[in-house]
């Protein structure tokens, strides 16, 4: 079946560490995203990425990097310059980019909390 | 204001009613509009997508655009106790750069 793999599904961090949350997809989508979401507050576009070794800064940024070395794989890393990391962590893939009337899927997310 | 505007519920109502879920929206080169099912503690579910005016139906679900109006709603016929969970609006366009924006999201309970 094909679909997005996010792991692990709960994560904690220490103070001072940098983690680095897992997306992968069989779906042959060029386009990739990392998204937060916190009650109340919708989702937030973190990064996206159009294509492989390529990736963009989204709303919120600051304190995450991402790579995009394989077409399969996205992982993004939450590092300790992100103050306020507890959040549900969605990622999501299209086919491509700019194709407006293609939907993006979601993985099944991955939940971090401070220790 | 924001551009996608949804209430947040939560909704709670009787199994076997009619729901009724909406989303306003201010931009209008908006599109394309999703609906998403979110259960907890998983991620969205793609339910119903839709372009330009109009009603489009899939099984129990309807999602109506009214373009003019900038409003999307989500009707959900003789509701379901499995139908609780949290839904989402979205839309795209591309007018120079891409968009691809979320409401908040509607809590939604199905009571036996």
């Known amino acids: 079946d094909g679909g997005i793999t996010q792991s692990p599904k709960y994560l904690f961090r220490k103070e001072g560490q940098n983690v680095t949350l897992s997306c992968e997809q069989n779906?042959?989508?060029?386009?990739m995203y990392w998204y937060r979401q916190d009650p109340g507050q919708g989702l937030r576009l973190i990064y996206y990425?159009?294509?492989?070794?390529?990736?963009q800064k989204g709303d919120i940024a600051e304190g995450y990097s991402v790579s995009r070395e394989k077409k399969e794989s996205f992982p993004l890393t939450v590092t300790s310059a992100q103050k306020n990391p507890t959040a549900f962590y969605l990622c999501?893939?299209?086919?491509?980019?700019?194709?407006?009337?293609?939907?993006?899927?979601f993985g099944d997310g991955t939940r971090l909390s401070i220790l | 204001q924001k551009e996608v505007e949804q209430d947040p519920g939560p909704l709670s109502v009787p199994e076997g009613a009619i729901v009724s879920l909406n989303c306003t929206y201010s931009?209008?080169?908006?599109?394309?509009f999703m609906w998403y099912r979110q259960y907890s503690r998983k991620g969205p579910e793609l339910l119903m997508y839709?372009?330009?005016?109009g009603n489009k139906e899939d099984g129990r679900f309807t999602a109506q655009v009214d373009k003019s109006s900038k409003y999307i709603s989500l009707f959900i016929r003789d509701s379901q106790p499995s139908d609780s969970a949290t839904y989402l609006c979205?839309?795209?366009?591309?007018?120079?750069?891409?968009?691809?924006?979320f409401g908040t999201g509607t809590r939604l309970k199905v009571l036996a």
């Open positions: 999501a893939s299209s086919i491509a980019w700019d194709y407006s009337n293609q939907p993006q899927h």
């Open positions: 779906l042959n989508h060029d386009a």
């Open positions: 990425s159009q294509i492989v070794n390529d990736f």
């Open positions: 931009n209008s080169a908006f599109q394309y």
């Open positions: 839709t372009y330009s005016s």
């Open positions: 979205a839309m795209s366009a591309y007018s120079g750069t891409y968009k691809y924006i």
